[in-house]
């Protein structure tokens, strides 16, 4: 690993130096260190589903519309699960390194539980392609307006019947529709108003160096972002535990990068890197 970090430390200096973005594409496997499960591991949401239905069927908003109280049901459930969870350090390195590059850094997230913004990331460099559990809309779309979650969960363990006490809370105050989690649902498309598409991409486009991390590339998405950054000639690390979608590709590629590990413990060590990249060109400015 560390032989393939110092190979990575010059190409790092090099994006800073052509104004390019550091650019980090974040998955499910950010947070499982945190104790929030992943959606396609070998215990995740998706693989595991619920007690009743699949997730092809609940995580549509076809489902949604036909069984809205169901869908509501799990989203308490997932709120509740990870409610009290605390950012690990790979989200506290992802924060530091906002801070060290400022407005060099980017944030592409398909993550929901807001730890990235919990650590300090911020907003205006943070995109959350697949929205977050913590805002709702209304489901039929009576206007643009997004609005905070409706339900305190508090601390108790999860409890089926909150939906039923909280019903009418979770209707839309413009037109009384039941509202619906602020979340990509299978059956939907990805657009710039809610999920960041068209920034995405075009922080790709002018990404320098991508790394990709804690994410399986199963949706399409930051499939398009990972092929769109190499077209321009940006270099790709794969950051993850075990083998994904983008491995293949990013192992093949001249400026592709293998890590193997967690992400708590490689990004910190890429945070190390950007000090010593710093360090050297102020360093270097101060003898000119």
Not at 59 to 86: C, I, S
Not at 122 to 136: A, F, K, M, S, W
Request: glycine share 8%; aromatic share 10%; hydrophobic share 35%.
């Amino acid at each position: 690993m560390e032989q393939i970090l110092e190979k990575i430390k010059p190409l790092l200096a090099q994006t800073l130096s052509q104004g390019k973005f550091i650019t980090f594409l974040t998955g499910a496997g950010v947070s499982a260190e945190s104790g929030v499960p992943t959606y396609r591991g070998s215990d995740g949401i998706w693989v595991e589903g619920s007690r009743n239905y699949k997730p092809q069927e609940f995580g549509t908003l076809r489902f949604f519309k036909d069984n809205p109280a169901e869908v509501w049901k799990f989203v308490l459930y997932r709120k509740t699960t990870f409610r009290d969870t605390q950012p690990n350090t790979g989200h506290m390195a992802l924060a530091n390194i906002e801070h060290l590059i400022q407005d060099r850094f980017r944030l592409i997230t398909q993550n929901v539980d807001r730890l990235h913004h919990k650590a300090g990331n911020t907003t205006e460099r943070t995109y959350e392609i697949h929205g977050n559990l913590e805002t709702v809309r209304c489901s039929e779309e009576c206007s643009g307006e997004i609005y905070p979650f409706p339900i305190d969960v508090g601390q108790a363990p999860y409890d089926a019947t909150m939906i039923e006490k909280h019903w009418e809370a979770l209707k839309c105050p413009h037109c009384g529709s039941i509202t619906r989690h602020n979340v990509l649902m299978f059956d939907e498309y990805y657009d710039e108003r809610l999920y960041k598409m068209e920034s995405a991409i075009d922080i790709a486009l002018n990404t320098g160096i991508l790394f990709i991390v804690g994410t399986s590339g199963a949706t399409n998405l930051p499939n398009h972002i990972m092929s769109t950054a190499q077209f321009k000639g940006s270099s790709v690390v794969d950051v993850n535990i075990e083998d994904n979608d983008f491995t293949a590709e990013v192992a093949d590629a001249s400026n592709g990068f293998v890590l193997r590990g967690k992400s708590g413990e490689i990004l910190p060590k890429v945070e190390q890197l950007l000090r010593e990249v710093l360090e050297s060109e102020s360093l270097s400015s101060n003898k000119k």
